[in-house]
């Protein structure tokens, strides 16, 4: 039996690929591994059966067989190590991979998120005016230290990885800030991992749910 993801049966961003259910999407495309998605309400997140699959009453989850995981780190760093492609073969180069992984949801994605709060969730409270600018500048040091190590790269570390999956799917939250190309070579990467196949695929099957 092929895996089963969960997925929200209507997306906040209304299929613009931001929900992490597409990273998990993507990872299982590039590996050629056929899934199966159970979309669940906001109400459903919450209930006792979707909760004893994700603690914190959140998607996507995956099951398979009897394993059952939470956290798209996690699962895509699963169906990394049980398909090829997304691994390097090197054990260093492996290690590396999997530690780009971690920086872009340790490291990177942290502050991204945080203007994404302070842009929409924040954006009517007093403070919001002053707050806002110094949100940003933190992401834009990540960006300039990520941006430094990545030069004229196509990717993070040689081949695509799940390293650069996982980065590209936090880079994709800023799409619409216009802090993405103040860094060219970002926006480049990110560009070049919206034009994968296996991202296509995982893009518009995100996107159909939310236009059915």
Same mark, same amino acid.
């Not at 190590?81 to 260093?92: F, I, K």
């Not at 806002?132 to 990885?161: E, I, N, T, Y």
């Not at 880079?171 to 296996?198: H, M």
């Given at each position: ?7 929200? %049966?209507?997306?906040? !961003? ?11 999407? $993507? ?9 199966? @998605?159970?979309? @669940? ?8 059966? &979707?909760?004893?699959? &994700?603690?914190?009453?959140? +998607? ?5 067989? !009897? ?10 760093? &699963?169906?990394?190590?049980? &398909? ?5 073969? %090197?054990?260093?180069? =492996?290690?590396?991979? +999997? ?5 872009? /949801?340790? *490291? #990177? ?6 203007? #994404?709060?302070?842009? +929409? ?5 007093? $403070? ?10 933190? /992401?834009? %040091? =990540? ?8 030069? %004229?790269? !196509? ?14 799917? @936090? ?7 216009? +802090?993405? !190309? ?26 159909? /749910?939310? *236009?059915?």
């Amino acid at each position: 039996m092929p895996p089963t993801i969960t997925a929200f %049966d209507r997306s906040p !961003d209304g299929g613009k690929g931001r929900a992490r259910d597409t990273r998990v999407r $993507w990872a299982l495309e590039e590996v050629g591994q056929p899934y199966e @998605v159970r979309l @669940v309400s906001f109400q459903a997140m919450k209930e006792p059966a &979707h909760l004893a699959l &994700h603690p914190f009453g959140q +998607i996507p989850t995956y099951e398979e067989g !009897d394993l059952a995981l939470f956290e798209t780190g996690s699962i895509v760093l &699963h169906i990394a190590e049980r &398909h090829a492609g997304l691994l390097p073969d %090197d054990a260093n180069a =492996r290690a590396r991979a +999997i530690s780009w992984m971690f920086a872009a /949801v340790n *490291t #990177v994605e942290p502050p991204i998120l945080e203007l #994404v709060t302070a842009r +929409i969730l924040e954006s009517d409270k007093p $403070w919001s005016k002053e707050r806002l600018p110094l949100v940003m500048d933190r /992401v834009r %040091d =990540r960006l300039k230290q990520l941006a430094a190590r990545l030069g %004229d790269a !196509d990717w993070l570390d040689g081949a695509f990885s799940a390293g650069d999956l996982m980065m590209a799917s @936090v880079l994709f939250r800023l799409r619409t800030s216009g +802090i993405l !190309d103040e860094y060219p070579n970002l926006a480049a990467y990110v560009a070049r991992g919206e034009a994968r196949p296996a991202y296509r695929r995982a893009f518009e099957a995100q996107r159909a /749910v939310n *236009t059915r």
